[in-house]
């Protein structure tokens, strides 16, 4: 009904930069919430960073000054944009979106996840 698929991961070296993308496709009317979350081997999933549909952005203290998050609401597509990346930064990612879904019967909210994409930062 509707996916969110990932984009842009890889494997760098410490200092380098990456760009991902997460578009979502569907019976998609409008989308919220977007989201990046990562997960690294042996910890739990962490939110990184998300914005509104009207652009106000949170980022996790860790990112902070190095990643940058936006989204084209056109398009239904967010991205991240991971600069000065560190090994720490090393996990899967993941994209998130609250959707409002067309539906015969009127449109409802739900959430979704993205598959992941692997970023990799290791000299």
């Known amino acids: 009904q509707v996916q969110l698929v990932e984009s842009g991961g890889g494997l760098v070296q410490p200092g380098e930069s990456l760009r991902l993308s997460c578009a979502a496709s569907?019976?998609?009317?409008?989308?919220?919430?977007m989201a990046w979350y990562r997960q690294a081997p042996g910890k739990e999933r962490e939110l990184v960073a998300s914005?509104?549909?009207?652009?106000?952005?949170k980022y996790a203290d860790s990112v902070k000054g190095r990643f940058t998050i936006s989204r084209d609401s056109a398009k239904n597509t967010v991205f991240l944009q991971l600069n000065s990346l560190k090994p720490e930064d090393t996990a899967v990612y993941y994209c998130n979106a609250d959707v409002l879904i067309y539906s015969s019967t009127g449109g409802y909210w739900n959430n979704y996840w993205g598959q992941g994409t692997q970023v990799t930062v290791s000299s």
């Open positions: 569907g019976r998609i009317l409008s989308s919220n919430v």
């Open positions: 914005i509104t549909s009207g652009g106000n952005t």
